[in-house]
């Protein structure tokens, strides 16, 4: 064998090794290049690869689908800018494929080798390549076109595990964290309870669970929107990230609350109790920091809770009963250092149950009953009446409403209970009517519930209770607070507005005590003010109660609504009312609350003869 065949034959086997060395296609294509340049005395060298919608073609009959093109991939040395597949004279390359063409810009010889169903590479030399070199690199760039397409299909493997892998951690992270704030959920967080419970037992260490609710968060979203309402907590999900470290652990509860998972405090109480302390102080100044949403700014408080862990006598399901129920002490007591679970927590609970269940047991047994308070005018007609629920207790005698009130709207026991008071009322007035109303008597109020008014069914169980009884629509009165509006206001005064004009009239009860008295009135389609008795005791030694007396009454003359005074319990108040303009009462001066058998002999009285009292 001669020198030339020789040199032939070792620059196939360079050129063979250099395309094996690496399965990357880059890779691998970048030191063939350099073994290209190097070894026949190149200016430069380029590859140009076919590629399809889907990436690099692999096979040789992707290209009848008509969607390929062909890319630059790689140039040695590299350039800024490729150009010289556009420069070069690409008609002269494929009309000369066994011949280089001369550049005359670029003073090279272009020549142009296919890559077998995978692309091409263009030579530039300044010199001519010999026929029996190129003639040598057929079978190489065969090989070269096994080796792109091994790599190619190694590639989209890779690619393929990648997407797979990334796909298992995403369904791995939605399994284990909320979609809104991208904390913990609620049951990974119970995953990591339930070992740094364990531990905590078995090593007599305090472990601690604080839980963190928003307040009046439902408000907010109710008036301003859910957009708002998921900003505010996309932000403080993120503040409150900065706390997580190794030892604190961060998740969504619910809707508007969090809690935080300290594992291992120490042996000590006392020393745990100041890290948890601390602990809380941060929370604290990262909620209370304003939050920018919808070009406004928000500013939110938080009750907080949280429980111990560190005995056997506890489970992982009561540590987190616990802490729920000391944040929701926490909304009553406002403490800025956090609230701690008691046991007398529990029982305060578990007598509220028994309690509430001596409600139902109550509204089952007929043990509820109407007391009536006259309303009289300025020459002491009786105008009416307002309706007030009393519970004779079998056990306790009668109970005072401002305990089970509380506890029946708490619990929405006050739906079924509002409910039997308008149906009760309803009936009552028709027995009034059969025995024949005073001439200036106008109607007979009951106060109705926050609960009551968002019940879908609450105009159709008006209107029933009115109907059934068979009485004017004009005698029944309904009573609301302020603070009844702050929670769906379009909602409740559509309904107001509906009930209106069925004949039905609504008074504002305790106006001035509630939220943005003056803000709201305007929109309220009601026709009567009550003065809370808190302006009216003492009215005529308080100058601060009668001047805010005088601006309410100024007020429903301004409104065109009348106005009366609740709480009017002596002759000294009855005549500074009377003096500033107030011609219609409530209160002890007048008469106490009274049952219906009662009520209807006074009633009786003022239509025979115009009774006087003093």
């Given at each position: ?162 997407v797979r892998k990334r796909a298992e951690r995403q369904i791995q992270f939605q399994a284990s964290h ?158 800025l250092i956090g609230v701690m679970f008691t046991r007398e927590m529990l029982k305060k609970i578990e ?264």
């Amino acid at each position: 064998m001669d020198d030339k065949a020789l040199s032939l034959i070792s620059l196939q086997h360079e050129f063979g090794m250099a395309i094996g060395c690496d399965s990357d296609l880059t890779v691998m294509l970048k030191i063939f290049l350099r073994v290209c340049l190097t070894r026949l005395d190149l200016t430069s060298v380029h590859v140009y690869l076919e590629k399809g919608a889907n990436g690099f073609l692999i096979k040789a009959t992707d290209k009848g689908n008509g969607h390929t093109k062909i890319e630059h991939f790689l140039s040695i040395p590299k350039r800024k800018e490729i150009s010289i597949y556009h420069q070069c004279d690409l008609l002269s390359l494929q009309e000369h494929r066994q011949q280089p063409v001369f550049n005359e810009q670029s003073n090279v010889n272009l020549y142009r080798l296919e890559i077998p169903n995978h692309g091409l590479l263009i030579f530039e030399s300044r010199y001519v390549i010999a026929e029996d070199i190129l003639k040598a690199l057929e079978p190489i760039l065969k090989k070269l076109a096994r080796a792109c397409y091994s790599s190619i299909i190694h590639g989209a493997l890779l690619q393929e595990i990648e997407v797979r892998k990334r796909a298992e951690r995403q369904i791995q992270f939605q399994a284990s964290h909320d979609g809104l704030t991208n904390l913990f959920n609620r049951a990974y967080f119970n995953g990591l309870l339930v070992p740094a419970f364990k531990e905590s037992i078995r090593t007599g260490s305090v472990g601690c669970c604080i839980q963190i609710g928003l307040d009046r968060f439902k408000t907010v979203t109710d008036t301003m929107g859910h957009a708002v309402g998921e900003t505010i907590l996309i932000t403080i999900a993120q503040r409150l990230q900065a706390l997580a470290r190794l030892d604190i652990n961060i998740a969504r509860l619910r809707e508007d609350e969090f809690i935080i998972l300290l594992p291992d405090l120490g042996l000590s109480k006392s020393f745990a109790q100041q890290r948890i302390v601390q602990v809380i102080e941060k929370i604290n100044r990262i909620v209370e920091q304003p939050i920018f949403a919808s070009d406004s700014s928000y500013k939110i408080n938080c009750s907080i809770g949280y429980s111990l862990f560190a005995t056997g006598s506890m489970s992982v399901s009561d540590v987190l009963k616990y802490a729920d129920i000391a944040m929701n002490e926490a909304r009553h007591q406002k403490p800025l250092i956090g609230v701690m679970f008691t046991r007398e927590m529990l029982k305060k609970i578990e007598n509220k149950a028994a309690y509430i269940n001596e409600i139902k047991q109550a509204l089952i047994g007929n043990e509820f009953e109407l007391y009536y308070q006259p309303q009289f005018d300025d020459e002491y007609n009786i105008i009416g009446a307002e309706a007030l629920l009393r519970w004779n207790n079998p056990n306790r005698g009668m109970e005072s409403p401002e305990q089970y009130i509380k506890i029946a709207e708490d619990s929405d026991l006050i739906v079924p209970i509002g409910k039997w008071v308008i149906e009760k009322t309803c009936r009552d007035i028709a027995t009034l009517v059969a025995n024949g109303l005073p001439e200036k008597f106008s109607k007979i109020s009951l106060n109705v519930s926050p609960k009551q008014l968002i019940q879908q069914d609450f105009k159709s169980t008006v209107i029933s209770a009115v109907q059934e009884a068979g009485i004017n629509p004009g005698l029944l009165g309904l009573e609301i607070t302020e603070n009844v509006l702050i929670d769906r206001f379009e909602y409740i005064i559509k309904i107001i507005n509906q009930l209106k004009q069925y004949g039905i009239e609504f008074s504002i009860d305790d106006f001035g005590t509630g939220y943005s008295s003056l803000a709201y009135l305007k929109h309220i389609p009601a026709t009567l003010i009550k003065i809370d008795r808190s302006f009216v005791i003492d009215v005529d030694k308080n100058p601060e109660n009668e001047a805010i007396v005088a601006m309410i009454l100024a007020l429903g003359k301004g409104f065109k609504m009348k106005v009366i005074a609740e709480g009017v319990s002596n002759k000294h108040e009855l005549a500074m009312l009377i003096k500033l303009g107030c011609i219609c009462f409530q209160g002890y001066q007048f008469g106490k609350p009274m049952p219906f058998s009662e009520f209807v002999e006074l009633v009786a009285s003022q239509n025979n003869t115009a009774q006087v009292l003093s």
